[in-house]
T-cell receptor, first 115, second 115 residues
Framework: DTGVSQDPRHKITKRGQNVTFRCDPISEHNRLYWYRQTLGQGPEFLTYFQNEAQLEKSRLLSDRFSAERPKGSFSTLEIQRTEQGDSAMYLC?????????????FGSGTRLTVV | AQTVTQSQPEMSVQEAETVTLSCTYD???????LFWYKQPPSRQMILVIR??????QNATENRFSVNFQKAAKSFSLKISDSQLGDTAMYFCAFMNRNQGGKLIFGQGTELSVKP
């Protein structure tokens, strides 16, 4: 297992199109997190899953955003009707429930550009 | 709500010298972790050091150490013997142990180590 994988690395899309990103966590990690990072800022929490259950969603996650984690393995983050303000790096991370932060592993991110 | 503030957007240091990055946070919680993460230009977030709030002893990891002042809600990172590979964005982050493991990040400090 080589860590947290995100696909694609880069995505350019036209405003109004839908996009979907995928995250493959470390296989034994039962928690999976999504963050958004805009240029020059720290990551902002979007949502997290414990196994297949989505346990928390940030106010940042508007109704155009949806995330799933079927069967508690990989996760997808979909953005419908993209807007220029959605341009950002989308980071995925995974951990064990009781890792206390030590086992928190980030992926390399998907950079979204909406034109 | 918890907040994390990094007041130094950019810093630079000569190779082999020591530099300190500042971080303050605000919370009413007592059970939490604090972290410093490094994000090199490749964009993958890497854990540098972790501090548990109930531990008075400051954490150290090789050339990296923290000065944790719980009453003042301050958590600075000291990098000794700076190396060119330390050049990166550094983020301070907070985790409430009772809130599912999500991280609250500061705005980041861009550190440049000069030869």
């Amino acid at each position: 297992d080589t860590g947290v994988s995100q696909d694609p690395r880069h995505k350019i899309t036209k405003r109004g199109q839908n996009v979907t990103f995928r995250c493959d966590p470390i296989s034994e990690h039962n928690r999976l997190y999504w963050y958004r990072q805009t240029l020059g800022q720290g990551p902002e929490f979007l949502t997290y899953f414990q196994n297949e259950a989505q346990l928390e969603k940030s106010r940042l996650l508007s109704d155009r955003f949806s995330a799933e984690r079927p069967k508690g393995s990989f996760s997808t983050l979909e953005i419908q009707r993209t807007e220029q303000g959605d341009s950002a790096m989308y980071l995925c991370a995974s951990s064990l429930v009781y890792a206390g932060g030590n086992g928190y592993t980030f992926g390399s991110g998907t950079r979204l550009t909406v034109v | 709500a918890q907040t994390v503030t990094q007041s130094q957007p950019e810093m630079s240091v000569q190779e082999a010298e020591t530099v300190t990055l500042s971080c303050t946070y605000d919370t009413s919680e007592n059970n939490y972790y604090l972290f410093w993460y490094k994000q090199p230009p490749s964009r993958q977030m890497i854990l540098v050091i972790r501090q548990e709030a109930y531990k008075q002893q400051n954490a150290t990891e090789n050339r990296f150490s923290v000065n944790f002042q719980k009453a003042a809600k301050s958590f600075s990172l000291k990098i000794s013997d700076s190396q060119l590979g330390d050049t990166a964005m550094y983020f301070c982050a907070f985790m409430n142990r009772n809130q599912g493991g999500k991280l609250i990040f500061g705005q980041g400090t861009e550190l440049s180590v000069k030869p």
